[in-house]
């Protein structure tokens, strides 16, 4: 039988042996192998970074295409914002029932041609042809009546009208009986036409 201190020595002699063993196996086996996964992973991130991007691009084509694709919608909503005569019809007809939807009456309506805006429609040598056709502008002078709060709506209207639309000035009247809710406004506003 062993004595107690060789029973401690051995037992000791075994443990530092299972120690260094263990420390050879993380050494030899366990580390490069985690070193590797550390590789993989960071690459495999690399790869899903790089895919998101060129799935991110090719999402970016696909919507320009679609829109794109729309291109002759996008021109018929120019032309209806940007007409390329001077279609007077239209722009009554327009004012006609921006006002009548609001609660307001158009006593008068006219309408003068402005000058054309110049453009260079003829290059001079060594100038490029402008894309940009000249603006027509239509001054349109109107007197309408009814309520503030219908005139503030009829305003609204022309803002998002179809057709662009440019207040120049405006000139507000008592119309009827002293303190009443009913006016008389003044409106001159521009609207443009695209030359032929």
């Known amino acids: 039988m062993m004595k107690a201190s060789a029973k401690r020595a051995f037992s000791l002699f075994v443990s530092m042996i299972l120690i260094i063993a263990s420390l050879a196996i993380y050494a030899l086996y366990v580390r490069p192998a985690y070193d590797e996964v550390t590789t993989l992973r960071g690459t495999m991130k690399a790869k899903q970074d790089l895919f998101a991007e060129k799935q991110a691009a090719v999402d970016k084509v696909k919507a320009l295409i679609m829109q794109y694709k729309g291109a002759g919608r996008l ?7 940007l007409p390329q005569n001077e279609e007077v019809s239209s722009v009554f007809n327009q004012l006609q029932a921006i006002a009548s939807s609001n609660g307001m009456s158009v006593e008068v309506f006219n309408v003068q041609p402005l000058p054309m805006r110049a453009a260079d429609a003829e290059p001079s040598k060594g100038k490029k042809v402008s894309l940009v056709r000249p603006l027509g502008t239509l001054r349109l002078s109107l007197r309408l009546t009814g309520s503030y709060s219908a005139f503030k709506d009829f305003i609204r209207g022309l ?6 639309m440019d207040v120049v000035s405006m000139k507000v009247e008592q119309a009827g009986a002293k303190g009443g809710d009913s006016f ?13």
């Open 75 to 81: 021109e018929d909503v120019i032309s209806l914002s």
């Open 159 to 164: 803002e998002t009208n179809i057709r662009a």
């Open 184 to 196: 008389a406004y003044t409106l001159v506003a521009d609207t443009y036409y695209q030359s032929p």
